[in-house]
């Protein structure tokens, strides 16, 4: 199928990006990350603290919070100062990695603790907010694995709305015991290396990661002279109330998001999926692209870097605009049989983007899609 | 002094700054929430939390039958979201190894939201927001611009508490939750958002929602926890009028909820 060109013509209050980060343990910039996906490389190793389970860890104890300020600090470098900058971070376990200990003594003993750390997912934001050493407020978005997508929708409204000038977008995740015996307790931990979208798939692993977009109104970085990267298109979250914890059977949730973010742009020339490995997901998420979006390529990231869980729809936007930028389709790594007809990009392809739509699906029944637009001169556009 | 209008109130939650319910050390409500109409399974499985979250929701979507669910945005604020399933899970694990698949489920923060999307059928964007302080103001602006896309929106606000020293201590914990329907044109009340330079003086009839730093003397209502400010701008809905101070980092917000 080709799609056509995309059809709007940059307008003043268009939502830009002008800066990327990523923080992944296969690189730690977009275009490393892009290099190694390309390359079909995956970072699974033994899990950190579990190594009997396997998982796409970062060397040491990385805290959530550090990680989401290198993110933060790549995407910002652009700009001189950072104190109106609005931050809104997406995230679902945020620092409970690193005290899990203290809950661990307070489970194991149940003693009174007046210290015992709550979860406090606010922290990667406040941290953002310390290290850019800005004074505007932070927003701190917790809706599972759909949390980088809604962080940016959020920060997208704020910049609209006419509230803030400039925003970063922020996602981060680390493994922690909640969440890697958390997914082992549903059985949807994947025996060995995670393959979406394969007629085998058996589950998924996690990661850890950051991921982060600097946001501007085009008219914004046009007068301060950042370099666009890549144009918001479109955005949709819906809710397929159905079931907790399990996807609609037939994707009826990411159905409604894809067209909901389409309902004035074209097919996009590229689709990054959720793409769990886990059967029930991906099976969902096929039929929904099968119907909505046929023929278009796919690829999805969590075959080399797990599901980095707050971070995941965060990253797969930095790739997703990357590969505007680059000009290839990364592979989807691990896949070897394809479990649905759909175009699965199985190795790196050089092919003409001019947008990619990614999904996230969440926890809970949450569905977004964002649409990513290269920003071309004027005229590339079509009127 | 920033200003802006958002939205007006249609609707009214009433589990307000008087806490809607209390619980005791071991999670257990002490006081019965009535089911809003989902199954009875369905509302035995809930925590406290997740059916005082529905009973609130249920409770201003029954005022506006006409809306679209199938459209209607959610904003779910919390600090802290299902605390005690994350405490459940993790104590499992400590003690036999593993921890129930139940508990993990609905350790995420977004849970009560889901539960109000399942059992009563919203289906546009459902969101959870986490304030560091600031649960009404961040609201507010949140609402602000999902009002304008889609004409309405529900705020939800609650938290169960941390298993601070008073849980552990055996003392209740108050169990706050608080909702409301906002939208573009309705016939309720008035809300602004302002984001004062210097901290303010609380008008009329505050609540103070900022939970490192006690309430100025006179100041009626101090709530602590860092998204109490929602139910405590529902009080002030519910009382006609009123006004919720709130502080995140460096900056301090007033949402003020006042008759046009």
């Known amino acids: 199928m080709v799609s056509p060109p995309i059809s709007t013509r940059p307008h003043p209050d268009d939502i830009v990006v002008t800066g990327l980060g990523a923080v992944t343990p296969l690189g730690v910039t977009p275009a490393e990350v892009h290099r190694a996906v390309c390359e079909g490389r995956h970072a699974f190793g033994p899990a950190r603290g579990a190594p009997h389970r396997l998982a796409a860890c970062l060397p040491g104890r990385p805290h959530a919070s550090t990680l989401a300020v290198q993110a933060a600090r790549q995407a910002t470098r652009h700009r001189a100062h950072t104190h109106d900058v609005w931050v809104v971070c997406g995230t679902t376990a945020s620092n409970l990695a690193s005290v899990e200990a203290s809950w661990w003594d307070y489970a194991a003993e149940l003693r009174p603790s007046p210290d015992l750390p709550p979860q406090l997912a606010h922290a990667p934001a406040r941290a953002v907010q310390d290290a850019l050493g800005s004074t505007a407020p932070t927003h701190s978005v917790s809706s599972a694995c759909t949390?980088?997508?809604?962080?940016?929708?959020?920060?997208?409204?704020?910049?609209?709305?006419?509230?803030?000038?400039?925003?970063?977008?922020?996602?981060?995740?680390?493994?922690?015991?909640?969440?890697?015996?958390?997914?082992?307790?549903?059985k949807l931990l994947a025996p060995g290396v995670c393959r979406p979208m394969d007629a085998s798939d058996k589950g998924l692993l996690l990661g850890d990661g950051a991921g982060a977009v600097f946001l501007e109104r085009r008219q914004t970085a046009e007068m301060h002279g950042h370099p666009i990267c890549a144009v918001l298109l479109a955005a949709a979250a819906t809710s397929h109330g159905q079931s907790l914890s399990a996807p609609h059977p037939e994707g009826l949730g990411l159905r409604r998001a894809i067209r909901e973010a389409l309902r004035t742009q074209p097919p996009p020339h590229l689709v990054v999926a959720h793409a769990t490995g886990t059967a029930a997901n991906d099976a969902a998420e096929a039929l929904a692209l099968a119907a909505e979006l046929p023929g278009v390529p796919v690829t999805a990231t969590k075959g080399a870097l797990g599901h980095t869980l707050g971070a995941a729809a965060m990253l797969d936007s930095v790739l997703a605009i990357h590969v505007l930028r680059a000009q290839v389709a990364p592979p989807v790594v691990g896949l070897r049989t394809p479990a649905a007809p759909l175009d699965l990009i199985q190795r790196a392809r050089p092919m003409a983007v001019r947008s990619v739509l990614t999904l996230s699906a969440a926890f809970g029944g949450g569905c977004a899609a964002l649409l990513w637009g290269r920003h071309a001169p004027a005229a590339e556009t079509m009127p | 002094?920033?200003?802006?209008?958002?939205?007006?109130?249609?609707?009214?939650?009433?589990?307000?700054?008087?806490?809607?319910?209390?619980?005791?050390?071991?999670?257990?409500?002490?006081?019965?929430?009535?089911?809003?109409?989902?199954?009875?399974?369905?509302?035995?499985?809930?925590?406290?939390?997740?059916?005082?979250?529905?009973?609130?929701?249920?409770?201003?979507?029954?005022?506006?039958?006409?809306?679209?669910?199938?459209?209607?945005?959610?904003?779910?604020?919390?600090?802290?979201?299902?605390?005690?399933?994350?405490?459940?899970?993790?104590?499992?694990?400590?003690?036999?190894?593993?921890?129930?698949?139940?508990?993990?489920?609905?350790?995420?923060?977004?849970?009560?939201?889901?539960?109000?999307?399942?059992?009563?059928?919203?289906?546009?964007?459902?969101?959870?927001?986490?304030?560091?302080?600031?649960?009404?103001?961040?609201?507010?602006?949140?609402?602000?611009?999902?009002?304008?896309?889609?004409?309405?929106?529900?705020?939800?606000?609650?938290?169960?508490?941390?298993?601070?020293?008073?849980?552990?201590?055996?003392?209740?914990?108050?169990?706050?939750v608080g909702a409301a329907l906002v939208e573009a044109d309705g016939d309720g009340l008035h809300l602004d958002l302002t984001f004062p330079s210097t901290p303010p003086r609380p008008v009329g009839r505050a609540v103070w929602a900022v939970d490192d730093a006690p309430p100025p003397e006179g100041c009626p209502v101090w709530l602590g926890g860092p998204a109490s400010g929602l139910p405590g701008l529902v009080a002030c809905i519910d009382a006609g009028g009123g006004q919720v101070v709130e502080r995140s980092g460096r900056a301090w917000m007033v949402s003020t909820a006042r008759a046009r």
Not at chain 2, 40 to 57: E, I, T, Y
Not at chain 2, 82 to 95: I, S
């Open chain 1, 147 to 186: 949390s980088g997508a809604l962080a940016i929708q959020h920060a997208a409204d704020l910049l609209r709305s006419g509230r803030a000038h400039a925003a970063v977008a922020v996602g981060v995740d680390v493994v922690c015991a909640l969440t890697l015996e958390g997914f082992a307790a549903l």
């Open chain 2, 1 to 176: 002094m920033t200003t802006l209008t958002c939205a007006r109130v249609a609707g009214r939650g009433t589990w307000g700054a008087r806490p809607a319910a209390w619980l005791d050390a071991r999670g257990s409500c002490t006081t019965e929430l009535v089911n809003p109409g989902i199954s009875a399974l369905a509302w035995s499985r809930a925590s406290p939390l997740g059916r005082a979250v529905l009973a609130a929701s249920a409770e201003v979507l029954d005022q506006r039958p006409d809306l679209d669910r199938q459209t209607l945005p959610m904003v779910w604020v919390t600090g802290f979201g299902e605390l005690r399933a994350t405490e459940g899970f993790l104590v499992g694990l400590a003690k036999r190894g593993r921890g129930r698949p139940r508990s993990f489920r609905d350790s995420v923060h977004n849970t009560a939201a889901s539960l109000v999307s399942l059992h009563l059928g919203l289906q546009g964007a459902v969101e959870t927001v986490v304030p560091a302080g600031g649960g009404a103001a961040t609201a507010l602006m949140r609402a602000e611009s999902l009002v304008q896309r889609h004409g309405a929106c529900l705020l939800v606000g609650g938290d169960d508490g941390a298993p601070c020293a008073d849980a552990l201590a055996g003392k209740p914990l108050p169990l706050c």
